[in-house]
Structures are given as structure tokens and as C-alpha cells.
């Protein structure tokens, strides 16, 4: 009689992955006839993850290395080369530098003035670029605020001058008195 006494690993083993589908129909007498014991199965588990731990962590400990030999012998080799040509590099690539900064800013700013009397011909010429609109309501805002104000300021002048008849004047109403 085989030994029915299983361990709390035989059991978590076979729960934790239950047997659906397919699989279902090629163990028909449960997974646990078919595989070898639950030991047996998680040493050789454990085993096949610490090799592919140790290959990805060597291969990554030796190209890490191969990186900083690198580095160190291009620092080796280099330094001598920069501390003599220093005078000269410096300034070049300085004056590189200057050159690329002038030579893109002024580009950039060619574009910018080129996009503008775009736009601005375009809406001399009355075909209404993007945001046409709203210049044209801007403007009409701006018109009608300016002839408020020239509206007041002369009101506020003749009225402070005191001049009734002037004041009368310029709003268009006239005393005429007539004589029977």
C-alpha cells in the first residue's frame, strides 16, 4: 500500500497550479502518478534558476568590466593629448560654440520674420489668416475705447472752460430763436 501522508509542499505544489483544460484530459488520474515527487521538482527548479542567475550576472560583471578597462585606458590615453592641445582646443571649441548658437538663433529668427509678412500680406492683401478675427475685434475694441475717451475729454474740457454754447455746439444742437 503506497503511503498516503503528503507534506504541506506536495499540497501547495499541486494547488497552486491545477490542473485546466487540456491538461485535464492527459492526467486523468491527477498530475501527481505522472511527475516525480514534489522535491525532487523544486531542487531541480531551484538549481535551473540559479544557473541562469549566475549566466545573466556573469555575462553582465564581465561586460561591466570590459566598460571600465575601456574607459580607463582611453582616460590614459587621452589626458596626455588634451593637457597639450588644451590652449588650442579650448578656444576652438568655444568659438564652435559661438558659431553654432549665432547661426541657429539667426535662422530661427530669419523664419519668424518670414512667418510674419507671410501673415501680414496675406491680411493686407484680404485673405484672412488664422487669427484675423481677432485683430479685427482688438481693433474695433481699441477704436471704440480711444473714441470714448475723446468723447469725454472734450466734455470734461468745455464743461470745466464753462463754455455752454460751444459745448452745444459740438453735439450738434443749435438755439435759434426766432423773432414773430
Not at 72 to 77: D, G, K, P, Q
Not at 97 to 120: D, K, M, Q, R, Y
Not at 142 to 160: E, F, M, P, V
Amino acid at each position: 500500500m503506497a503511503d498516503t501522508a503528503r507534506t504541506h509542499h506536495d499540497i501547495t505544489s499541486r494547488d497552486q497550479y491545477p490542473i485546466l483544460g487540456r491538461d485535464r484530459d492527459q492526467y486523468p488520474y491527477g498530475r501527481s502518478d505522472y511527475q516525480t515527487s514534489g522535491q525532487d521538482y523544486s531542487k531541480t527548479r531551484q538549481i535551473a534558476k540559479a544557473a541562469t542567475a549566475v549566466t545573466a550576472g556573469g555575462s553582465l560583471l564581465v561586460l561591466s568590466s570590459l566598460t571600465l578597462v575601456g574607459t580607463v585606458i582611453a582616460l590614459t590615453v587621452a589626458t596626455p593629448l588634451l593637457v597639450i592641445f588644451s590652449p588650442i582646443l579650448v578656444p576652438a571649441l568655444i568659438t564652435v560654440a559661438l558659431l553654432i548658437t549665432g547661426s541657429l538663433s539667426s535662422g530661427g529668427f530669419g523664419i519668424a520674420a518670414i512667418t510674419v509678412f507671410s501673415w501680414i500680406y496675406k491680411y493686407a492683401t484680404g485673405e484672412h489668416p488664422q487669427g484675423s478675427d481677432k485683430l479685427d475685434s482688438a481693433r474695433m475694441k481699441l477704436g471704440t475705447k480711444a473714441q470714448d475717451i475723446k468723447d469725454r475729454a472734450q466734455y470734461y474740457g468745455q464743461q470745466h472752460t464753462g463754455g455752454e454754447h460751444d459745448r452745444d455746439r459740438t453735439r450738434g444742437t443749435h438755439h435759434t430763436t426766432t423773432t414773430t
